[in-house]
């Protein structure tokens, strides 16, 4: 997932980014951390543990999904009282917006008990500030962040644990073939869609697919989805994938289904989300999603997970909620290795994170050199919509 269109950065964004030069962004000497890393000495330091993602505006609720992971990761690394130092969380939100990332990563980098950033959620803010942040010496661990690009960009702190979306598009696209030999693929326009769309399409001709390809503008540009529908019916497709995000995705849904279209219909991990389902209502039902995410509420590996979440947050973990969990605790375990290994500073943990071998409730986390995960452990799972709810079908590879 998860990006909005890298839009010209506003004002705001541009005054956050040039404040940053007055805020000690030396990643070598720890960016402004006293000697032990913390507000203060031995096991009485305190390491904060920033939070960036959309937590108000349209978007909000995936970043709500992984706040809480990220707190209870830190709720319960405390509860266990054997860390040696205390752990707090900072809630950094920049709306999903790229524009606003800058001057969140400024309110993040202001504070010199932060070692390390969860997110951001969207591949668009994080594009805004990678640099900021790397420039910084403050690791980056995104837990749905999914545009290509962003382990390209040479971003220095870069790290995200979940499948980008040319292996997300990739494999969609295996699945596609075995299911039609014409597909219509809509791309929203954005960040996110341009990715995800390309992934699909290249894999589809290297099968042979005959492809139709559209760009509808997403992000509420679009009020009548009714024009897109009624091409997708009359091209004759067997199959149409959205590229786009979830409330886009709800419309299209509507429209689709009153133009009276039969075909297969499945969008990437934009549209798995409450939004969609709730939005769509009956026209969402029968629609895929794939995703490099984890359901927890059926993950055996995730049930002492959902429970815990549940009775944290009266309400089951959803999209990216586990994986966000994951990335807490993999950070958390880079900071007691630095630690143990004589101080926390940023460049210390950003060491130790670059040498994780983590095993978590989603994946083994262990990156590569560019800040990826490990390509055998990279999952990409297919999920349905049925009677007004997503479920897990399972690994999209291992699906007829």
């Given amino acids: 997932m998860r990006t909005r269109s890298l839009t010209k950065l506003a004002a705001l964004g541009f005054a956050g980014t040039l404040a940053l030069s007055a805020c000690g962004s030396s990643g070598s000497s720890g960016g402004g951390l006293n000697n032990d890393g913390g507000s203060g000495?031995?096991?009485?330091?305190?390491?904060?543990?920033?939070?960036?993602?959309?937590?108000?505006?349209?978007?909000?609720?995936?970043?709500?999904?992984?706040?809480?992971?990220?707190?209870?990761?830190?709720?319960?690394?405390?509860?266990?009282?054997?860390?040696?130092?205390?752990?707090?969380?900072?809630?950094?939100?920049?709306?999903?917006?790229?524009?606003?990332?800058?001057?969140?990563?400024?309110?993040?980098?202001?504070?010199?008990?932060?070692?390390?950033?969860?997110?951001?959620?969207?591949?668009?803010?994080?594009?805004?500030?990678?640099?900021?942040?790397?420039?910084?010496?403050?690791?980056?661990?995104?837990?749905?962040?999914?545009?290509?690009?962003?382990?390209?960009?040479?971003f220095k702190t870069f790290h995200r644990i979940v499948p980008n979306d040319n292996v997300e598009g990739s494999q969609a696209a295996v699945w596609l073939a075995k299911k039609a030999k014409k597909v219509y693929v809509i791309n929203d326009l954005s960040d996110y869609g341009d990715g995800v769309a390309n992934a699909v399409q290249e894999g589809l001709k290297k099968a042979g697919v005959k492809i139709i390809k559209q760009g509808v503008a997403g992000g509420g540009a679009t009020k009548d989805y009714g024009t897109a529908a009624a091409a997708v019916k009359n091209s004759g497709a067997a199959a149409m994938f959205y590229a786009g995000y979830d409330a886009d995705a709800a419309q299209l849904a509507t429209a689709l289904k009153a133009a009276g279209y039969k075909g297969i219909r499945i969008g990437g991990n934009g549209i798995k989300s409450s939004v969609f389902t709730d939005s769509s209502k009956k026209a969402g039902d029968g629609w895929y999603m794939s995703c490099g995410c984890l359901d927890a509420t059926v993950a055996p590996a995730a049930k002492q997970f959902t429970a815990d979440y549940k009775a944290a947050f009266n309400t089951d973990p959803s999209t990216y909620s586990p994986e966000a969990f994951d990335a807490a605790n993999a950070l958390i375990e880079a900071i007691k290795a630095a630690k143990a290994g004589g101080g926390v500073t940023l460049a210390s943990v950003n060491e130790a994170v670059n040498a994780l071998n983590y095993t978590g409730i989603t994946a083994t986390i262990k990156f590569q050199e560019d800040g990826e995960i490990v390509p055998e452990n990279q999952v990409v799972n297919l999920f349905q919509q049925k009677g007004g709810a997503i479920t897990l079908l399972g690994n999209i590879l291992e699906q007829k």
């Fill in 41 to 154: 000495g031995g096991g009485d330091a305190t390491y904060t543990i920033a939070f960036e993602g959309p937590l108000s505006g349209d978007y909000q609720q995936l970043g709500i999904n992984e706040v809480n992971g990220v707190q209870l990761a830190i709720d319960q690394a405390n509860a266990k009282g054997d860390l040696g130092f205390k752990l707090k969380l900072m809630k950094a939100d920049d709306g999903g917006d790229p524009a606003k990332a800058p001057a969140a990563a400024a309110q993040v980098l202001q504070d010199k008990t932060v070692v390390g950033v969860i997110g951001p959620s969207f591949s668009g803010a994080t594009k805004a500030v990678g640099n900021i942040y790397g420039d910084a010496g403050m690791t980056v661990i995104t837990p749905s962040a999914s545009n290509p690009s962003l382990s390209t960009l040479g």
